[in-house]
């Protein structure tokens, strides 16, 4: 983690979960890390400053320019974005809730434009300050890679989409002659409050989940970054996938 020390760190969806034990983790290694996200107030604080905090809703564009516009007047580079943000909603592809298609595009919003949003300006950023060993990661899900039963399929339909653009990613930057590297991490379970904002209305089912067997530590998510920050040049790491030894499938 040597080369990494004193360079600057994107971390969305950063106020909790594994968003906010990457920050963590990241200042520990000696980087400096600007973490994002809507409740701004929820994200890690370090006494030497080592975590910036900056609001930002990654539905919209404007906020994110903001974000990035941010990033550059404080640091001017970016050498690692973290596309950690995610969410789903229980609703069905057939649900006649009222705000069923309000749902989906939030899911949309969230775990797929934002994540390409933030790419683009990201190795923009990069770019312009000449940085050719930078690094991308999308924290995708298990769920990018099997279709699993009772869950949101318009959920599982962007994850599998960000398996597509991890690998869209990397043959542009690829054809651009660049060597800013791209990867993925796809989680099965993580405790964490996924779950309980997916089901505001039914706790007892999010607890459920979690209690079904071990699940995942968000310091497993976190070490997973680690290994693929501490490959060296010549080893390009495009999805890791890593679930708990009880979860089937």
Request: proline content about 4%; aromatic content about 4%.
């Amino acid at each position: 983690m040597d080369r990494w020390e004193g360079r600057v760190a994107l971390v969305t969806g950063a106020s909790a979960g594994i968003g906010a034990q990457m920050c963590r983790t990241l200042a520990t290694h000696g980087m400096q890390v600007v973490g994002c996200a809507r409740e701004v107030d929820r994200i890690p604080k370090t006494d030497d400053g080592s975590i910036i905090a900056i609001k930002c809703d990654l539905t919209s564009e404007e906020d994110i320019n903001s974000l990035f516009s941010d990033i550059r007047e404080r640091f001017g580079r970016l050498d690692l974005c973290i596309n950690n943000a995610g969410l789903s909603h229980d609703v069905s592809l057939l649900s006649t809730q009222e705000n069923a298609t309000q749902k989906w595009k939030n899911m949309v919003d969230v775990n797929v434009l934002a994540l390409c949003i933030c790419t683009r300006e990201a190795v923009k950023l990069m770019k312009e300050n000449n940085i050719d060993d930078g690094q991308i990661i999308h924290i995708s899900s298990m769920s990018g890679h099997r279709i699993p039963e009772q869950t949101s399929y318009m959920y599982v339909a962007t994850k599998c989409m960000v398996k597509s653009l991890t690998e869209g990613h990397r043959r542009e930057l690829r054809a651009d002659g660049s060597k800013i590297k791209v990867a993925s991490i796809s989680p099965g379970l993580v405790e964490t409050e996924f779950e309980y904002r997916c089901f505001p209305d039914d706790p007892n089912t999010a607890r459920s989940i979690y209690e079904s067997y071990q699940c995942l530590r968000t310091e497993d998510i976190a070490n997973a970054v680690l290994y693929v920050l501490r490959a060296p040049p010549n080893v390009d790491i495009h999805d890791v996938l890593l679930r708990p030894t009880g979860q089937n499938p």
